[in-house]
Structure formats: structure tokens, C-alpha cells
């Protein structure tokens, strides 16, 4: 069946793989090509890649960058998860506007967001870098409601619970040790879209005045921007490895429907 | 086996406008196992969740072993529970579902995986330890979730529906077991079915609910013979309802007088309650008093049902070789073996 799968042409699988050929993988390619580039001596070489490393600044702000991407995605998580488990199972009317809220991230404009927030909140929060988790688990959360809400949709979520809770484990247990194992690829999606959104977010940094890594980049691309293309393929690859390492570390336990 | 007794005092729960349960009250005693049986809706869910403590009662109390429990939450009562619905945590092996209820309760690991297997093996699951909840069936599912319930050593054992999901005679296999565990563990047992059979097949007492209330609780026997209201007679078993008049004390019931068993103030018209099992059909041609519609052979019994001269549809359980000559059509002599009919209002 795999195999018959495998060879049989399918329209509108060969439509999706040739736009995000043309129009992710192309270009993802051509600055590949165009990073790993040497116009001096007109052939290819890791010159940039090398030079990139070698940046005092490098290991600073991508390090600075990945902390407080980590923190944003606990702060999604420990917020979402027990949200959006009392949402389900509590079947209550605020749930249609909780779904609304999430949504907003997504039609206010960042700018207006980032004006905002330097005009409300108070200075000691201003003062912080800490600020940032919190602003960008705003941003991310459109997309981390839904990968949990689409998780909890898809499992008998009351009847594990109560036999959760029965057998004596309490909410915090029950979340940790049943919920989240039993959603783990929705919890991973979440992680992935999260770690991915705080890493790469740059509006609402440079807006407020914070430095991170992809301000950084748009700084040193002003000299170099070999380099700065030679970055940012690292800054692709850097969390695809780290997420890689994540799901290795929590093993994949068999579940109904996901062998 | 830690067991103990059970009580639940003038509960009442709300669900907006529907009381489903409205001043409830039960004992169950030590080792017991009493069933909460009745139509959907009567509260029968309701009262074992608020046993379990996963629904809190709007009044009332819950006592075990005399002791008030009413606002324990659920994970702090020591009560193992399996549900109607497969419920079983997919992201852990057979053997670490049976040991969750002890890794809660910081039990070692070795202790707890020892525990687990004592249990499987109780339940006939020993082999399957090491499978995930979804390579098993229906069935084996739910044994697994009973080793889940009884692993911990709860005080009481709480059963809703468990039986429901699985096929006919899985069911009748796994409530077999279900009782057999109970008697040798000696666990106070709630359990609640909509299925008649099931309740009397493995009860020491069942409860008849309806409304919120229970109507009455007794064995499985005395509820059978004596119901105590219409509503039970009806409900256990099968029931003929035949219109007659009720005068002295008596009823007449195909010409004959039988004394009357009321549970209120009926009188004049009334309706007499009489089990299939109690009427006998004679086939005759003299003093006929109703004609045979139709027989339904059901191996060593037959279900005659017969239509009276004055329209009423009336059934009748025979052996089947004594009604083998009871063909549709036939004229037939119907008498009621009772001592006593009970009675209630038409």
C-alpha cells in the first residue's frame, strides 16, 4: 500500500511540493549557494561560515537569543497547557472568546503592539529583557492555542483525566504525567513553533531596543552580508538541530493512532 | 485489602434545572457489592461520581467508614475507579497503567511493578505487560483497567458501566471475573448498569433509581419477587400490566380471585402486575379465555403472547417442551399461579 502510495502521481501533493519548491526550497538554496560563494577566488568555500563563528559577537547574541526563546516556550507551555485542559474540560461559554483572544496576535499590527507596550508598561518591566518572553509568547500564541487545542481535541481528555485523578494523581501530576505525554506531538509542534517564532522575531525587539540575535545580524549584514546570509542558514539549521535533540531526549511512546 | 463501608446521606445535585439526584441516600456494607440500576438520566452516574468525588454534591454527605469525605477531593479518596468508556493512559505499557495509582502514591518502583503484576495476573493480563493499551481488545482493555483500580488497594472499588462497550459475551465473561475479584479481594464495590442482568447476575443488593431517588434496594431476589413499586416491578423484569378490579382485598385475574398486594391506596380499577413466569396457558377449546398471537422459542423456555377476550396482550413463559402444541391461532386457558398479585392505580 506504502509503496503504490509512493509511485502513484497525486495532483494535489505534486502542487504543494512544487509552490514550496518554488517559493520556500528555491530560495532557501540560492542563499545556501550564494553564502558558501568566494568572489575572490570565484569558486565555493565555508569562508563566511567560518567567519561567522569566529564573531566575538556570535556565541553572545545566539545564545542571548535561544534563553529567551527557551523561556517564552515555558512560559507557553506552563500558561497553555493547564488554560487550555480547564477549557476543554469545564465546556465553558469563555471558551469561544479565549479562542477569539488568541487570535489577535495575528491582526495587531507588531508596530502598534510594540508602541503600545513602551507606553503601558511600567519601567521596571521595560528595564528587563525578560519582557521579550512574555511579548513574543503573545505572538506566538495564535499558533500554540491551536497545536494544543487541535492535541486536546483529539483525546478522551475527561475520561484520563478522572481516571488520572481517581487513581491519585492531582491537576499538576495529572497534567505532567498523563496530558502532556499523551499530546506530546502537539506539546512538540508547539516547542517547534514557539522556539522557532522567539529565535527569528525581530520587529518587536528592535522596536523596544533589545539586541538579540537577529538584530545582530542586520547589524553585521551592513558590512558583510555574505556573512549575514551565512548566519542566518545557521540560524535555521541551529534550532532544527536543537528540536531534533529535544525529540531524542523524549523518547516517542506508542499511543493510539500514533505508532 | 483496606475495604470499607460506604454511606451517602440526603444528597442532592442540580444540573441547571434537571435534580439528578434529589435527597439520596445509600449504605453499603463492607465487602459488598451493590448496584445502582435504572434508566438513563435517574442519577445512577451521578451519585458514583459523587462517591468519587469528581462531581461535588450542591447538599449532603459522603461517609466511609463513618468518616465525612465530603469535600476530599478525588485524588485524596482512595477510591479505584473504571469507566464506561476505554480509559486507559495510551502513552504507557500494560504494566505501568496497572502501577499508576502506587508511582502516585511514591511507591518504589520495584514494589509497584511487582504489585502490577500481581494484579495482571490476576486479571489473566500477565503476558500482555509489556503492550500498549491499543494492541489490546475491548475486553482486555477494561480487565486492565480494573487491575488499574485495584492495584492501590482502594476502599472502595467504583464501577460505571464498565461492561457497556464490550460485546455480548465478553461481557458476560468479564462480569463474571469482576466478581469473582471482588469476593476474593473483599472490596466494597459501587456499581452502576442500566443492564438489568448484569446488576443481578453479580450483586449482593441492587439499587433501583429513578428520578434521583432510590426506589428500592434489595436482593436481587426480593426485588424480583417483592418489587416494592410499579415502577420497580416494572423495570426489573418483564411485567404484565392486566387492567382488572380490585374489591375485598381481591382481584379477579381469568376468573379467579387472588388477594391483592398494594403499596398505596389503590382501589376500584387497578392494574395487576403479574410476571410471564407466573401465568400458565392451557390449550383448550372449552372455558377458553384468550386466543396464542405469537411463540418465540428461546431454547429451553418459549414466550407465548396471548391476547385475553377482553383485548389484553399477555405473556407467558413456558418451557418449550410443555408449549410445543401453542401455535398462533390456538384457543387457550390462562391461569395466574400467584398467591398474591401485587397492584397499583390504573
Given at each position: 500500500?506504502?509503496?503504490?502510495?509512493?509511485?502513484?502521481?497525486?495532483?494535489?501533493?505534486?502542487?504543494?511540493?512544487?509552490?514550496?519548491?518554488?517559493?520556500?526550497?528555491?530560495?532557501?538554496?540560492s542563499a545556501f549557494e550564494y553564502s558558501i560563494r568566494t568572489p575572490?577566488?570565484?569558486?565555493?568555500?565555508?569562508t563566511h561560515y567560518?567567519w561567522a563563528?569566529?564573531e566575538?559577537?556570535?556565541?553572545?547574541?545566539?545564545?542571548?537569543?535561544?534563553?529567551?526563546?527557551?523561556?517564552?516556550?515555558?512560559?507557553?507551555?506552563?500558561?497553555?497547557?493547564?488554560?487550555?485542559?480547564?477549557?476543554?474540560?469545564?465546556?465553558?461559554?469563555?471558551?469561544?472568546?479565549?479562542?477569539?483572544?488568541?487570535?489577535?496576535?495575528?491582526?495587531?499590527?507588531?508596530?502598534?503592539?510594540?508602541?503600545?507596550?513602551?507606553?503601558?508598561?511600567?519601567?521596571?518591566?521595560?528595564?528587563?529583557?525578560?519582557?521579550?518572553?512574555?511579548?513574543?509568547?503573545?505572538?506566538?500564541?495564535?499558533?500554540?492555542?491551536?497545536?494544543?487545542?487541535?492535541?486536546?481535541?483529539?483525546?478522551?481528555?475527561?475520561?484520563?483525566?478522572?481516571?488520572?485523578?481517581?487513581?491519585?494523581?492531582?491537576?499538576?501530576?495529572?497534567?505532567?504525567?498523563?496530558?502532556?505525554?499523551?499530546?506530546?506531538?502537539?506539546?512538540?509542534?508547539?516547542?517547534?513553533?514557539?522556539?522557532?517564532?522567539?529565535?527569528?522575531?525581530?520587529?518587536?525587539?528592535?522596536?523596544?531596543?533589545?539586541?538579540?540575535?537577529?538584530?545582530w545580524v542586520t547589524y553585521v549584514a551592513q558590512d558583510n552580508i555574505l556573512g549575514a546570509i551565512a548566519i542566518s542558514m545557521?540560524?535555521?539549521?541551529?534550532?532544527?538541530?536543537?528540536?531534533?535533540?529535544?525529540?531524542?531526549?523524549?523518547?516517542?511512546?506508542?499511543?493510539?493512532?500514533?505508532? | 485489602?483496606?475495604?470499607?463501608?460506604?454511606?451517602?446521606?440526603?444528597?442532592?445535585?442540580?444540573?441547571?434545572?434537571?435534580?439528578?439526584?434529589?435527597?439520596?441516600?445509600?449504605?453499603?456494607?463492607?465487602?459488598?457489592?451493590?448496584?445502582?440500576?435504572?434508566?438513563?438520566?435517574?442519577?445512577?452516574?451521578?451519585?458514583?461520581?459523587?462517591?468519587?468525588?469528581?462531581?461535588?454534591?450542591?447538599?449532603?454527605?459522603?461517609?466511609?467508614?463513618?468518616?465525612?469525605?465530603?469535600?476530599?477531593?478525588?485524588?485524596?479518596?482512595?477510591?479505584?475507579?473504571?469507566?464506561?468508556?476505554?480509559?486507559?493512559?495510551?502513552?504507557?505499557?500494560?504494566?505501568?497503567?496497572?502501577?499508576?495509582?502506587?508511582?502516585?502514591?511514591?511507591?518504589?518502583?520495584?514494589?509497584?511493578?511487582?504489585?502490577?503484576?500481581?494484579?495482571?495476573?490476576?486479571?489473566?493480563?500477565?503476558?500482555?505487560?509489556?503492550?500498549?493499551?491499543?494492541?489490546?481488545?475491548?475486553?482486555?482493555?477494561?480487565?486492565?483497567?480494573?487491575?488499574?483500580?485495584?492495584?492501590?488497594?482502594?476502599?472502595?472499588?467504583?464501577?460505571?458501566?464498565?461492561?457497556?462497550?464490550?460485546?455480548?459475551?465478553?461481557?458476560?465473561?468479564?462480569?463474571?471475573?469482576?466478581?469473582?475479584?471482588?469476593?476474593?479481594?473483599?472490596?466494597?464495590?459501587?456499581?452502576?448498569?442500566?443492564?438489568?442482568?448484569?446488576?443481578?447476575?453479580?450483586?449482593?443488593?441492587?439499587?433501583?433509581?429513578?428520578?434521583?431517588?432510590?426506589?428500592?434496594?434489595?436482593?436481587?431476589?426480593?426485588?424480583?419477587?417483592?418489587?416494592?413499586?410499579?415502577?420497580?416491578?416494572?423495570?426489573?423484569?418483564?411485567?404484565?400490566?392486566?387492567?382488572?378490579?380490585?374489591?375485598?382485598?381481591?382481584?379477579?385475574?381469568?376468573?379467579?380471585?387472588?388477594?391483592?398486594?398494594?403499596?398505596?391506596?389503590?382501589?376500584?380499577?387497578?392494574?395487576?402486575?403479574?410476571?410471564?413466569?407466573?401465568?400458565?396457558?392451557?390449550?383448550?377449546?372449552?372455558?377458553?379465555?384468550?386466543?396464542?398471537?405469537?411463540?418465540?422459542?428461546?431454547?429451553?423456555?418459549?414466550?407465548?403472547?396471548?391476547?385475553?377476550?377482553?383485548?389484553?396482550?399477555?405473556?407467558?413463559?413456558?418451557?418449550?417442551?410443555?408449549?410445543?402444541?401453542?401455535?398462533?391461532?390456538?384457543?387457550?386457558?390462562?391461569?395466574?399461579?400467584?398467591?398474591?398479585?401485587?397492584?397499583?392505580?390504573?
Amino acid at each position: 500500500m506504502a509503496k503504490a502510495l509512493r509511485v502513484k502521481f497525486q495532483p494535489p501533493l505534486a502542487l504543494t511540493l512544487l509552490i514550496l519548491g518554488f517559493f520556500v526550497f528555491l530560495p532557501m538554496l540560492s542563499a545556501f549557494e550564494y553564502s558558501i560563494r568566494t568572489p575572490l577566488t570565484g569558486g565555493y568555500g565555508w569562508t563566511h561560515y567560518i567567519w561567522a563563528v569566529t564573531e566575538d559577537d556570535f556565541f553572545h547574541y545566539i545564545l542571548r537569543s535561544m534563553w529567551l526563546a527557551g523561556v517564552t516556550v515555558l512560559i507557553t507551555l506552563f500558561v497553555l497547557v493547564p488554560t487550555l485542559t480547564w477549557l476543554h474540560l469545564s465546556n465553558s461559554k469563555v471558551r469561544g472568546l479565549i479562542d477569539g483572544i488568541s487570535l489577535l496576535p495575528l491582526v495587531i499590527p507588531v508596530v502598534a503592539f510594540a508602541v503600545g507596550a513602551q507606553i503601558a508598561f511600567p519601567e521596571f518591566v521595560q528595564n528587563t529583557v525578560l519582557e521579550l518572553p512574555f511579548l513574543y509568547f503573545v505572538l506566538a500564541l495564535p499558533y500554540a492555542y491551536r497545536s494544543l487545542d487541535i492535541g486536546l481535541n483529539s483525546i478522551p481528555l475527561k475520561t484520563i483525566t478522572e481516571a488520572a485523578r481517581s487513581a491519585g494523581a492531582n491537576w499538576m501530576r495529572t497534567i505532567t504525567t498523563v496530558i502532556v505525554p499523551v499530546i506530546r506531538g502537539s506539546v512538540m509542534a508547539t516547542i517547534a513553533l514557539t522556539f522557532a517564532l522567539s529565535l527569528g522575531e525581530y520587529t518587536l525587539t528592535v522596536l523596544l531596543h533589545w539586541d538579540t540575535f537577529p538584530t545582530w545580524v542586520t547589524y553585521v549584514a551592513q558590512d558583510n552580508i555574505l556573512g549575514a546570509i551565512a548566519i542566518s542558514m545557521m540560524s535555521l539549521i541551529i534550532p532544527f538541530l536543537i528540536l531534533t535533540v529535544i525529540t531524542l531526549f523524549v523518547p516517542e511512546r506508542s499511543t493510539q493512532g500514533r505508532k | 485489602m483496606s475495604s470499607k463501608s460506604l454511606s451517602l446521606r440526603n444528597i442532592s445535585k442540580r444540573f441547571g434545572t434537571v435534580n439528578a439526584l434529589d435527597n439520596f441516600n445509600l449504605e453499603v456494607g463492607v465487602g459488598e457489592l451493590v448496584a445502582l440500576l435504572g434508566p438513563s438520566g435517574c442519577g445512577k452516574t451521578t451519585a458514583l461520581r459523587v462517591v468519587a468525588g469528581l462531581e461535588h454534591q450542591d447538599s449532603g454527605t459522603v461517609l466511609v467508614a463513618d468518616k465525612n469525605i465530603s469535600d476530599v477531593p478525588a485524588h485524596k479518596r482512595n477510591m479505584g475507579m473504571v469507566f464506561q468508556a476505554y480509559s486507559l493512559f495510551p502513552n504507557l505499557t500494560v504494566e505501568e497503567n496497572v502501577a499508576f495509582g502506587l508511582q502516585m502514591r511514591k511507591v518504589t518502583k520495584t514494589v509497584r511493578l511487582k504489585k502490577a503484576h500481581e494484579l495482571l495476573d490476576l486479571v489473566g493480563l500477565d503476558s500482555q505487560s509489556k503492550r500498549f493499551t491499543h494492541q489490546l481488545s475491548g475486553g482486555q482493555q477494561q480487565r486492565v483497567a480494573l487491575a488499574r483500580a485495584l492495584a492501590f488497594e482502594p476502599e472502595i472499588l467504583l464501577l460505571d458501566e464498565p461492561l457497556s462497550a464490550l460485546d455480548a459475551q465478553v461481557r458476560v465473561n468479564l462480569r463474571e471475573e469482576i466478581r469473582r475479584l471482588q469476593l476474593s479481594l473483599g472490596t466494597t464495590t459501587l456499581f452502576v448498569t442500566h443492564d438489568q442482568e448484569e446488576a443481578m447476575a453479580i450483586s449482593d443488593r441492587v439499587g433501583v433509581m429513578s428520578h434521583g431517588k432510590l426506589e428500592q434496594i434489595d436482593t436481587p431476589d426480593a426485588l424480583y419477587n417483592k418489587p416494592a413499586t410499579s415502577f420497580v416491578a416494572s423495570f426489573v423484569g418483564t411485567m404484565n400490566r392486566i387492567p382488572t378490579q380490585l374489591s375485598d382485598g381481591h382481584v379477579q385475574l381469568f376468573g379467579k380471585m387472588i388477594p391483592a398486594l398494594k403499596n398505596g391506596n389503590e382501589s376500584g380499577n387497578v392494574i395487576a402486575l403479574v410476571r410471564p413466569e407466573s401465568i400458565v396457558i392451557k390449550s383448550t377449546d372449552e372455558d377458553a379465555n384468550a386466543k396464542v398471537l405469537t411463540r418465540l422459542f428461546m431454547g429451553a423456555s418459549s414466550n407465548i403472547v396471548c391476547q385475553t377476550k377482553d383485548g389484553t396482550v399477555v405473556q407467558s413463559l413456558m418451557s418449550s417442551d410443555k408449549s410445543g402444541d401453542l401455535h398462533p391461532g390456538s384457543t387457550v386457558k390462562l391461569e395466574v399461579t400467584n398467591k398474591e398479585v401485587l397492584v397499583s392505580n390504573a
